[in-house]
Structure formats: C-alpha cells, structure tokens
C-alpha cells in the first residue's frame, strides 16, 4: 500500500501480470462447475435453509384443535350458567394459548415459505451454471474485491490466495 518508501523488502509486481495471476486463480478455483454446485449445495444446508431445525406443525395443530374444543365445552358450560364470569379467566387462558400456538405455526409456515422460494431460487443458479459457460477472461476488479478476501506475495514472489469462501 505504501510502497518501497515504507516496505524497503517488499516484492514489487506489474498491475498487468497480478491481474493475470488472479483471474489464474479465480478461474482454477470457480470454473470448474462440478465445485461451484457442490459449495452451493454446502451454502444451502449451512445457511440458506433451515430445513431440519424446523418444527413440525402437526403437533400445533392437533394442540389447538384441543383448546378450540375446550373451548367450545367451556361455552356450552356458560351458556347453562347462571354466573358466567367464573369462566371469564379460563376462556382467556385458553385463547392466549391458542394465539401463541397459532403465532408458532405461523412462524413455522413462514420459514418453510422462504426456504421453498431459496431452493427454487438455488436450483435457478444451478441451472444457470448448467447451461452457460463461466466466463472469467478479463480482470473484473469488482468481482475480484467480492470474492477475493487476501493475497499474499510471498518470499519467493509466489502468490497465495484466500478466497472469501475460506478456500
């Protein structure tokens, strides 16, 4: 960054030839499409999909089916009473249950919502990658600053890269 001023030992390299070394190295690393799917694929259970940390909403379901016939019991109870308000806070501890465990199924349908639109939106990708070939020939400094975390120019004016995905 500061030159032969500050770094008296440090290697000097022409833009060009850096710029061809790291498409080199991008290209060996991302051309070939057979690692491009599989690391999407490791993205997928890793990241994008929530898939087995998901509830079951079965369970939910057939819990609130109970509180709605509870419920219904519970009214039928009121209506033969002459004080109803004796039942006032075990309606409203069943419909707060209720609500809760609607709000947990709601919960649960929106996730597996998301990771629906994800896999559609990753099996997209992996058709693309399918049908076009990878063009990598000219140095992209965008790209390059996206999925290129460091270089290292070593001693022997060697260079080692360090992929933002940690390969």
Same mark, same amino acid.
């Given at each position: 960054?500061?030159? !032969?001023?500050?770094?008296?030992? +440090?290697?000097? *390299?022409?833009?060009?030839?850096? @710029? #061809?070394? $790291? ?5 060996? @690393?991302?051309?070939?499409?057979? !690692? ?5 694929? #490791? ?5 994008? *999909?929530?898939?087995?940390? &998901?509830?079951?909403?079965?369970? /939910?379901?057939?819990?609130?089916? #109970?509180?709605?016939?509870?419920? +219904? ?7 033969? +009473?002459?004080?109803? +308000? $004796? ?7 069943? %419909?707060?249950? !209720? ?14 919502? &998301?990771? &629906? ?8 990708? /992996? =058709? ?7 063009? *990598?020939?000219?140095? =992209? ?14 001693? %022997?004016?060697? *260079? ?8």
């Amino acid at each position: 960054e500061n030159g !032969k001023k500050y770094c008296k030992n +440090s290697p000097s *390299l022409k833009e060009p030839q850096l @710029q #061809e070394a $790291i498409m080199t190295a991008i290209r060996k @690393q991302f051309t070939d499409r057979d !690692k491009v799917k599989e690391a999407l694929k #490791e993205v997928e259970e890793r990241i994008i *999909l929530h898939g087995n940390s &998901q509830q079951n909403v079965v369970p /939910l379901l057939t819990h609130i089916q #109970e509180i709605d016939q509870a419920m +219904s019991n519970l009214l039928l109870l009121v209506s033969h +009473s002459v004080d109803s +308000s $004796i039942y006032d806070a075990k309606f409203k501890e069943l %419909n707060r249950e !209720k609500a809760e465990l609607q709000a947990q199924v709601d919960a649960v349908e929106q996730t597996e919502r &998301q990771d &629906q639109d994800r896999r559609r939106e990753l099996q997209a990708v /992996l =058709d693309a990658i399918e049908r076009r070939p990878v063009e *990598l020939e000219r140095y =992209d400094d965008e790209l390059v600053r996206r999925i290129v975390d460091q270089i290292v120019v070593m001693p %022997n004016g060697k *260079l080692e890269f360090r992929f933002v995905c940690g390969k």
